[in-house]
């Protein structure tokens, strides 16, 4: 195959798209601790499904043309640090080929080390063993290869990215300790090597189709049916299309287009108007669909589980029309799961709260739509979760004309802290400075389950044991909650503790926050607050100043 023309092109996103959406779970796995929270494979699926889907409705045969509207839809859809650099490989793949209507096996090997240039340069400090290095690996093997043996085939040049791609991948348990200690590869690393995989099947003349191992999308929409179990969101909308939809909606693509996200669907068209309805964990990329091809005169998304009301909500909130605020000088976005944690950030001056955490990465749309809601001089960002700051840099990165600030909050607590150092009295540099000094002041702690067996550290711990962790460190690990939850605040208290901040969760009481806040007071002459957090996965947030 001498060239990869736009047809080849889509093809070959439409089959990495699919082979990463039917290996989601696995990828999932390979979260190194045992949180509730591997979502790896999840997160990358959702961000590459955005940039694909806006990609195969490109009109263009242009591969440059496409490749541009698939770096903007990953861009805008990247979701946790694994899709953020995702979309960046992408990015540097289009600026590679953005002038060319087709591309050979060499401009296919140079756009794919430029990629991994591109994604090494978004990350401050690029970790070795991660999806980086099996990126940049297999596309120096492969340029070398493509040009010492003067290749020309381009479907070789992609079977030899995949086969270092594979090695590369094998050996980052040996550049990450952590991962030889569990027995794991990197999760992002792997979802890359399935994205190239459909790419090559592609070329082959296979179309990787969306079967085989369920993702945790199609597993959740399968149990939508099932009674007790039931979760994912119903979504409806009406829609009046557009000049563009009344020429080419069709019922049954836009019936399969929905079955790409979930089932219980009802699509009826009448002359102008569409009536849709959909159970599925991805209302966004429903709704998404729907608004290419005309407005929402009516929409309406119900969430199907308790535990996502707070997902509910920003997707509600996310989809009204933008309406912007009050003019001010400073603005402040913030991130929070759990009803009760997100009124504590209100509370304390946050003008936006991203429903989101852990579990449910906010998107750099997620953020971008945050922003345009203000009305701002200056905004700051507190992500207060590691794996959403490269998000919100990329928010910041689209949205250049704006004064944004991200302050690299990675727990709740960092952020509650962040916000009450916040002054609306003073500059902004002042602001800066004691917000970002916050984040060291205090000591952040959780309680959650384990979601399988492993060892960490010499720690045996086994599936639904209650696991401390301080920081990110594992320091607790009990059958009893209390116990575990008692264990670790022994470790982070200590002779300078003054104020200790007990947030507890959905599956915690006001009864058990006390038992804690007597066991602190025992302990040391630290005060305590307890707050009603309502958060998911986490018994207990803990802070201690």
Do not use: W
């Not at 794991?184 to 790419?199: A, N, P, Q, R, T």
């Amino acid at each position: 195959m001498q060239y990869i023309d736009g047809k080849l092109f889509k093809e070959m996103l439409l089959s990495g798209m699919n082979n990463l959406g039917n290996h989601s779970s696995q990828i999932d796995a390979l979260n190194v601790f045992p949180v509730p929270d591997g979502d790896t494979g999840t997160n990358m699926f959702l961000t590459v499904s955005n940039g694909v889907n806006a990609a195969l409705e490109d009109p263009t045969d242009s591969v440059g043309e496409i490749a541009k509207t698939l770096s903007r839809g990953l861009l805008m859809g990247a979701r946790g640090n694994s899709g953020v650099i995702t979309s960046q490989i992408f990015r540097g793949f289009y600026q590679a080929i953005k002038d060319l209507d087709q591309i050979d096996a060499a401009q296919l090997a140079h756009a794919l080390v430029n990629g991994s240039r591109v994604a090494y340069k978004a990350v401050m400090r690029p970790v070795e063993g991660t999806i980086l290095t099996v990126i940049r690996e297999a596309a120096d093997y492969t340029y070398a290869y493509t040009m010492s043996e003067e290749v020309t085939d381009c479907t070789k040049v992609m079977a030899r990215m995949v086969k270092e791609a594979e090695e590369s991948l094998d050996t980052t348990p040996q550049l990450l300790p952590v991962l030889a200690e569990v027995g794991v590869v990197d999760s992002g690393g792997k979802g890359l090597l399935v994205i190239l995989e459909g790419f090559l099947s592609a070329m082959e003349g296979k179309v990787i189709a969306r079967e085989g191992e369920v993702n945790p999308v199609e597993a959740a929409q399968t149990k939508v049916e099932g009674g007790e179990q039931e979760y994912g969101f119903c979504t409806e909308f009406i829609l009046h299309l557009s000049d563009h939809g009344i020429r080419n909606f069709s019922e049954d693509s836009f019936k399969k287009e929905l079955a790409t996200i979930g089932n219980s669907i009802v699509c009826v068209q009448d002359d102008d108007l569409v009536k849709v309805h959909v159970h599925t964990l991805e209302p966004q990329t429903a709704i998404k669909m729907g608004k290419r091809q005309g407005r929402f005169m009516k929409l309406k998304i119900e969430n199907m589980q308790d535990q996502h009301d707070n997902i509910l909500e920003k997707e509600e909130e996310e989809y009204h029309e933008i309406k912007k605020e009050p003019h001010k000088k400073y603005g402040i976005i913030t991130v929070a799961a759990g009803e009760g944690i997100k009124n504590m950030f209100k509370e304390l001056r946050a003008d936006v709260v991203i429903g989101g955490g852990q579990t449910m990465n906010p998107s750099t749309e997620d953020f971008v739509s945050a922003i345009q809601k203000l009305n701002c001089d200056h905004i700051f960002i507190l992500p207060n979760n590691s794996n959403i700051i490269l998000a919100a840099q990329q928010a910041q990165s689209v949205m250049e004309d704006q004064d944004i600030h991200v302050i690299p909050s990675k727990t709740i607590p960092q952020g509650l802290c962040a916000c009450i150092m916040f002054n609306p009295d003073v500059d902004v540099t002042t602001n800066l400075d004691e917000m970002e000094n916050a984040l060291s002041q205090v000591k952040s702690g959780e309680v959650t389950y384990a979601v399988r067996d492993t060892t960490y550290e010499g720690m045996e711990i086994k599936k639904g044991q209650y696991m401390g962790m301080f920081g990110k460190a594992i320091v607790a690990c009990q059958n009893d909650c209390m116990q575990a939850s008692k264990e670790l605040l022994s470790k982070m208290l200590d002779e300078d503790s003054e104020l200790v901040t007990i947030i507890y969760g959905e599956d915690a009481t006001k009864e058990m926050a006390e038992e804690l806040g007597a066991f602190v007071e025992e302990n040391s002459d630290a005060e305590v607050e307890i707050n009603n957090g309502e958060q998911p996965v986490y018994s207990f947030i803990l802070g201690v100043e």
